[in-house]
């Protein structure tokens, strides 16, 4: 049974920084894209990042430059370092999983998904 355990959120203050790890078991991703989403409370779940077998990446406009997406195939865990966070970026994070090789920003293209952690950035 695939399963991706995510840990790392929080409360943080504006300009701050946090770890997101996602960790699977069940399966190796490490042929596989995988990704990190998030919803805030009365939205939609939005894409966040992407990053391929090969550890290429995609970013949505709004994170791109303060937030980084990395993997570790030994581990079977990927990961999301947010730097100056903005109380806009508060929601819950979600990791996602593909079968795919390659990035995507698309929800429907992703197989497995972990459970949300809840990240908030206070003024």
């Known amino acids: 049974q695939v399963q991706l355990v995510v840990s790392g959120g929080g409360l943080v203050q504006a300009g701050g920084s946090l770890r997101l790890s996602c960790a699977a078991s069940?399966?190796?991703?490490?042929?596989?894209?995988m990704g990190w989403f998030r919803q805030a409370p009365g939205k939609e779940r939005e894409f966040v990042a992407s990053?391929?077998?090969?550890?290429?990446?995609i970013y949505n406009a709004d994170v791109r430059g303060r937030f980084t997406i990395s993997r570790d195939n030994a581990k079977n865990t990927v990961y999301l370092q947010m730097n100056s966070l903005k109380p806009e970026d508060t929601a819950v994070y979600y990791c996602a999983a593909r079968t795919g090789r390659n990035t995507s920003s698309r929800i429907a293209e992703y197989d497995y998904w972990g459970q949300g952690t809840q990240v908030t950035v206070s003024t």
């Open positions: 069940g399966r190796t991703f490490s042929g596989s894209a």
């Open positions: 990053i391929n077998w090969s550890g290429g990446s």
